[in-house]
């Protein structure tokens, strides 16, 4: 089972970046399909175990998600954010079968952080 321990949320103004991290533990995340989601589990966006990626209409170009398998690590760049995208962010992890799995339903998704917190004021 694995566990995961997301960082990186601040405040930040309208047109700025933060760089959310997810740390797992318990088990290696190359076995794992991973995603970001915000409040409500809205899929944010998604990365497959072969490094293929998904994302939300909403962050599409502006958000990048990445992973470091050797220091089992998710990442998250969010760049030119806007106030709607202030939300409570949770790493996720889907143990699959299929190296291109990448799912943006939260339900897909069986493991979860406890969340980062990002505010942007206009």
């Known amino acids: 089972q694995v566990q995961m321990v997301e960082s990186g949320g601040g405040s930040v103004q309208s047109g700025g970046s933060l760089r959310l991290s997810c740390v797992a533990s318990?088990?290696?995340?190359?076995?794992?399909?991973m995603g970001w989601f915000r409040q409500d589990r809205e899929g944010v966006a998604a990365i497959a175990i072969d490094g293929s990626r998904s994302y939300a209409d909403s962050v599409k170009g502006r958000f990048t998600i990445s992973r470091d398998n050797a220091k089992n690590t998710l990442y998250l760049q969010m760049d030119s954010l806007k106030p709607e995208d202030t939300a409570m962010y949770y790493c996720a992890a889907r143990w699959s079968l299929y190296t291109w799995d990448r799912p943006l339903r939260g339900t897909e998704y069986r493991y979860w952080g406890q969340g980062t917190q990002v505010t942007v004021s206009s």
């Open positions: 318990g088990d290696t995340i190359n076995k794992y399909s």
